[in-house]
């Protein structure tokens, strides 16, 4: 079996977080990781290996970025990720959702053979959670996502997913692309020596020409005309309960017109 | 004599045989009338109650999709639905109602249509025959606008963004069948699905769903596993409930109700946390609330520094008794 999984250096939730004077992400190496639910994704690889059992398996490591990016790579590689393989190149800067899914299908494509596209639900950073439908498609194939609990079996894969008051059990054959929450595993914590071993492991880079894309303006649909830090919010109010914390919040309330 | 070319803007109306449209809806349909001329799509037959409603919100063109025996479930389903109905009114904006289900139907209308998508936006305008949707992120500390650099735009709404009125003058709300042949992609098949039941109390009134309610109670770890107190307060208001992803791991309460980045995202008029401390994951989730209000013993809690109003204490005490303060005070009103 050979898995992609598609991963993004985004900045942490805890730095303070803002954009360039061209109204791109800030996106540095000291205060970036890679997208916490991207590391859900990566050990949804590693147990679907171990689900299909004997054979030949490889999971692939994706990133579409700068420099940096190759962080995301190395920490999938940490995780247990044989390959590591990073598209970047000036002309695809400020790719939007299009671009970026567009960049990583033409990756995948060129990687070939691939039986499933892992993802995380969402980038942490944009929060759009659009990229895995776009990615199934631009590669024409069935999506899973959303999926709190994946499991293979008899060469197909079945997902749980929960959503809008809704749950569903949704079965897809391979190849197909799958996006897991959160709550779909445990990732685990990459051991000393895997750190050192990913270490020496070179990743691949792939230029946008390579792939036979122009550039990120005529993939991009979209623009970001404006981006601005808001005011701090102003100091709360405070009332320290001694008994009489609860009208004080029901006060609040009406007093406000709230409710 | 040259004419303006009125773009057509075209909603997709969530539709249930027995309910009247949901509030989201009606916003969208709102925000339509100010963009262009408004068509209505719906997926299935629409119910008399909900036409009626199309017709306050203006709309003279209802389209409804007639899927045959495809799976309308399937994101990619609806999506040729929506990617039919674009052709055949020529919108030249769809607007959906933000929900995890209608991000995916919006991506795929819009990677089949060619038109550019922005996602989960609380503005739309046209500048100059652009459209500009704007967006608040990184936790509430950046305000963005992206424009539309296609001829056609997909966007998604998020609930709450603005007050839903009904048009100046009725429409007629005719429905007109839109016969769609579209198949499940080769290799997907839905196995199960179960709607879940709308959480009721004891005297039977329903909750509002979490993403499209005007006021939130959330209840986190400080809740110790006991929903009562959150329960009561949100009962008193005709609140929704929501929580942190920490007590869902704790199996006091299902993921739907979880509030965040991996969960769902808020807006909300007024938002209410109790025993939560306001993780970044969390806050992302629901910074867009007009009103944050904490119930904390911990005064430094992260959720009280961004708060709006702040009480330090015990929730056990403090949701029961700003509770009975609500009835209280709605049955001296109702009395005078
Ligand atoms: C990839 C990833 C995604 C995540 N996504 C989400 C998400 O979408 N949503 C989300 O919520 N979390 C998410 N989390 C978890 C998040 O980081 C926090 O762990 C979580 O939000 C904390 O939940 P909490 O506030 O209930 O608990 P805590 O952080 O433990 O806070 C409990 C609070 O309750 C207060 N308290 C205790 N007792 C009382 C009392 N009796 N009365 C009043 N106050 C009291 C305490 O002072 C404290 O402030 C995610 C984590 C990861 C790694």
Redesign the interface.
């Known amino acids: 079996m050979r898995i992609v999984v598609c991963v993004k250096h985004v900045p942490d939730l805890q730095s303070t977080r803002g954009f360039t004077a061209e109204r791109r992400v800030i996106r540095s190496a000291d205060d970036g990781t890679m997208n916490e639910v991207d590391e859900n994704a990566v050990e949804a690889a590693l147990a679907l290996v171990a689900a299909a059992g004997d054979g030949e398996h490889e999971i692939i490591a994706l990133t579409l970025g700068p420099d940096v990016a190759a962080d995301a790579v190395r920490r999938a590689l940490q995780m247990g990720a044989d390959r590591g393989v990073r598209i970047t190149d000036d002309a695809l800067a400020g790719a939007d959702y299009f671009g970026t899914a567009t960049a990583l299908a033409a990756a995948i494509r060129r990687i070939g053979d691939v039986d499933v596209v892992l993802t995380g639900m969402a980038a942490l950073d944009g929060l759009g959670a659009v990229v895995p439908s776009l990615l199934a498609a631009a590669l024409n194939l069935p999506q899973l996502t959303v999926v709190q609990e994946l499991t293979y079996s008899g060469g197909a894969l079945t997902a749980r997913r929960e959503l809008d008051g809704v749950t569903e059990t949704l079965r897809a054959t391979l190849p197909a692309v799958v996006a897991v929450t959160d709550l779909a595993n445990t990732p685990r914590f990459p051991k000393f020596k895997d750190i050192m071993a990913a270490r020496a492991k070179e990743i691949e880079v792939f230029g946008a020409a390579e792939l036979g894309l122009a550039d990120a303006a005529s993939t991009a649909r979209t623009e970001v005309v404006r981006a601005e830090p808001r005011p701090p919010r102003p100091e709360p109010e405070i009332v320290t309960d001694s008994g009489a914390g609860g009208r004080a919040l029901a006060d609040y309330l009406i007093s406000n017109n709230l409710i | 004599m040259t004419e303006t070319a009125v773009r057509t803007v075209l909603v997709l109306v969530e539709n249930t045989a027995d309910a009247a449209l949901r509030s989201p809806a009606l916003e969208a349909l709102t925000l339509a009338r100010t963009l262009g001329e408004v068509v209505a799509l719906t997926l299935t037959e629409p119910n008399r109650r909900a036409l009626d409603q199309l017709a306050e919100a203006g709309v003279d063109r209802v389209l409804q999709a007639d899927l045959g025996d495809a799976p309308r ?1 399937i ?2 389903v609806a999506a040729a639905a929506v990617a039919a109905a674009v052709e055949h009114v020529r919108a030249a904006l769809v607007l959906l109602t933000s ?3 209608n ?2 139907i ?3 209308t ?3 249509t ?7 936006v609380t503005s739309l305008a046209d500048d100059g025959g652009r459209l ?1 949707g704007g967006k ?15 001829d056609r735009a997909v966007v998604t709404l998020r609930p709450n963004a603005l007050a839903a009125e009904p048009a100046a003058a009725p429409g007629a709300a005719v429905v007109e069948r839109l016969p769609v042949s579209a198949a ?13 039941e ?1 959480s009721a109390d004891a005297s039977g009134v329903v909750r509002p ?1 979490l ?1 499209e309610a005007a ?1 939130v109670v959330a209840g986190g770890r400080g809740t110790a596993g006991d929903f009562g107190p959150v329960e009561d307060l949100a009962d008193a ?1 005709g609140a929704a409930i929501g929580t942190t ?1 920490d007590a ?2 704790e199996g006091w309460i ?3 109700a979880q509030v965040g ?2 969960g769902v ?1 808020i807006a909300p ?2 938002y ?1 946390g109790a025993g939560i401390s306001g993780a ?2 969390h806050h ?1 989730g629901m910074q867009a609330a007009r ?1 944050i ?3 904390n013993t911990d ?1 430094e809690a992260p959720l ?11 929730l056990h ?10 009835r209280s ?1 709605r049955d001296a009103a109702a009395l005078s």
């Not at chain 2, 005490?317 to 609500?326: D, G, W």
């Open positions: 479930e994101p990619v929900s995890f289900v991000k995916e919006a991506a795929h819009a990677w089949r060619g038109a550019g998508l922005l996602i989960d500009v608040r992120v990184f936790a509430g500390t950046w305000d963005t606008e992206c424009a539309i650099t296609t499940a992609p080769a290799g997907l098949e839905l196995l199960d699905r179960v709607v879940h709308v769903a993403a006021i208001l992803r869902v791991d299902g993921h739907d980045q991996t995202t008029r007024v209410i970044p994951h992302g009103t209000i904490a119930v005064s009280v520094e961004i708060s709006d109003f702040a009480v330090i204490g015990d005490e403090i949701l029961p008794a700003a509770a009975a303060a609500i005070r």
